[in-house]
């Protein structure tokens, strides 16, 4: 059982390129979610999908946009990278978006914009 | 929102002592508070979760706390060992209709032989 798996693993981009950070968990979750985090920040929401269908904004979605492809997978894309966006995704799943569930994560998706 | 602190940033204990982290939450109505360990190059793992019905849980050599009039909950660490160095977040989870969890910024466990 894989959990929830991230692509690619790490990426250098230059300023202004474009990339999809692809996520996909097999556990028949409901809820998916996208964090970054940076050093002393902790782990902060991008965007998140309660179901299928459906995504939201979280705390800092500037420059970012998502797809729910279907059940199984939700994508992260950076139109237009900026330094700034230099950081570590890590995509989450949990059943659904209601109740108390843990989360569970993927490996993350180390990032770099020269 | 919610806002979640968290401290200490780094905390650095013998290996068999004890490591205490704390964090405090700032919506009253927030009813469930996990706590993840993240290994070097790895994603965040569940610990162990509280619900606000509880006051404390505990599971082997973790627990924790909570405080619900005091809004803060804290993770307890005995008997510590070297596989226990991490970064350690606590969260808690905002209430209504878009629930969400909320990161404190994490606390860097550095147990030493």
């Known amino acids: 059982n894989a959990g929830v798996t991230q692509t690619p693993k790490f990426q250098v981009l230059k300023t ?13 979750h409901n809820s ?7 050093p002393g ?3 902060r929401l991008i965007y998140y999908s309660a179901s299928e269908g459906t995504t939201d904004k979280g705390e800092v ?13 939700f994508s992260l894309r950076l139109e237009s ?23 569970t994560f993927g490996s993350g998706t180390r990032l770099t914009v020269v | ?21 704390k964090c405090t939450y700032s919506d009253s109505a ?9 290994e070097l190059g790895k994603g965040p793992q569940l610990i162990i979760d509280i619900r606000s019905n509880v006051g404390e849980k505990k599971d082997q050599r973790i627990a924790v706390t909570l405080n619900k ?3 803060h909950f804290s993770l307890h660490i005995t008997e510590t060992q070297p596989e226990d160095s991490a970064v350690y977040f606590c969260a808690a989870r905002e209430t209504g209709t878009a629930s969400k969890l909320t990161f404190g910024t994490g606390t860097r466990l550095q147990v030493t032989l």
């Open chain 1, 81 to 103: 990278a900026a330094p700034s966006q230099t950081s570590v995704y890590f995509c989450a799943s949990t059943p659904q978006l209601q109740g108390n569930y843990g989360y």
């Open chain 2, 30 to 38: 927030s009813n469930y508070f996990p706590w993840y360990k993240q």
């Open chain 1, 16 to 28: 202004g390129q474009s990339m999809t950070l692809q996520c996909a968990q097999d556990m028949n």
């Open chain 1, 61 to 73: 979605p500037n420059g970012y946009n998502v797809s729910r492809l279907n059940k199984r997978e």
């Open chain 1, 41 to 43: 920040m902790g782990l």
């Open chain 2, 1 to 21: 929102g919610e806002n979640v602190e968290q401290h200490p940033s780094t905390l650095s204990v013998q290996e068999g002592d004890s490591a205490v982290i």
């Open chain 1, 32 to 38: 998916m979610y996208w964090y970054r985090q940076d």
């Open chain 2, 69 to 71: 009039t005091a809004k």
